[in-house]
Antibody, heavy 117, light 108 residues
Framework: QVQLVQSGAEVKKPGASVKVSCKAS????????MHWVRQAPGQGLEWMGW????????NYAQKFQGRVTMTRDTSISTAYMELSRLRSDDTAVYYC??????????WGQGTLVTVSS | SYELTQPPSVSVSPGQTARITCSGD??????AYWYQQKSGQAPVLVIY???KRPSGIPERFSGSSSGTMATLTISGAQVEDEADYYC???????????FGGGTKLTVL
């Protein structure tokens, strides 16, 4: 059974960086892309990009290019999303999402990132 | 950039049929998927590949797609179906994930 377990909530100051982890189990980690999707309070779902855990290749949404870095550690089946130069409007729940052949299949439980001075 | 457009809200009485639409230029060539999200929870897939229903999803949920519009239909909506619903698809290249803005379904 596919499971994605994310790291805990974070509180950061404006201008700082945050790194969220997502530990995968129940499937071959390198066999499926991992995406990151965020949701600001009371807002909709916003796709941030993906990482190919096999090659490490990435594709970021234009909005986040230059601020987001997605990496992985295949030895522990874990994907990471780091967002830099945080602003108050980056306050959101961040989800890692298993790419089930071209669509969002399994979701992590979400990680709340709060950006506040 | 590519966009999927949904109505912000839909309201029905219990037992009525709720229809939520999603429009996008690439939908004639790309599948639509539908997700249900209840407060404080991660989204749950209710329809995939335009009209298929995952196991465990009630039969009252159905989907269709024609031209540039996909539709989620809930036949005989129940109070427990109150939630936000999001359509999902990809752009024409298939590389970019896109979500609709979401539709709040009220059943009362």
């Amino acid at each position: 059974q596919v499971q994605l377990v994310q790291s805990g909530a974070e509180v950061k100051k404006p201008g700082a960086s945050v790194k969220v982890s997502c530990k995968a189990s129940g499937y071959t980690f390198t066999g499926y892309y991992m995406h990151w999707v965020r949701q600001a309070p009371g807002q909709g779902l916003e796709w941030m990009g993906w990482i190919n855990p096999n090659s490490g290749g990435t594709n970021y949404a234009q909005k986040f290019q230059g601020r987001v870095t997605m990496t992985r550690d295949t030895s522990i089946s874990t994907a990471y999303m780091e967002l830099s130069r945080l602003r108050s409007d980056d306050t959101a729940v961040y989800y890692c999402v298993h790419d089930s052949s071209g669509y969002p299949g399994y979701w992590g439980q979400g990680t709340l990132v709060t950006v506040s001075s | 950039s590519y966009e999927l457009t949904q109505p912000p809200s839909v309201s029905v009485s219990p037992g009525q049929t709720a229809r939520i639409t999603c429009s996008g230029d690439a939908l004639p060539k790309k599948y639509a998927y539908w997700y249900q999200q209840k407060s404080g929870q991660a989204p749950v897939l209710v329809i995939y590949e335009d009209s298929k229903r995952p196991s465990g999803i009630p039969e009252r949920f159905s989907g269709s797609s024609s031209g540039t519009m996909a539709t989620l239909t809930i036949s005989g909506a129940q109070v427990e179906d109150e939630a936000d619903y999001y359509c999902y698809s990809t752009d024409s290249s298939g590389n970019l994930w896109v979500f609709g803005g979401g539709t709040k379904l009220t059943v009362l």
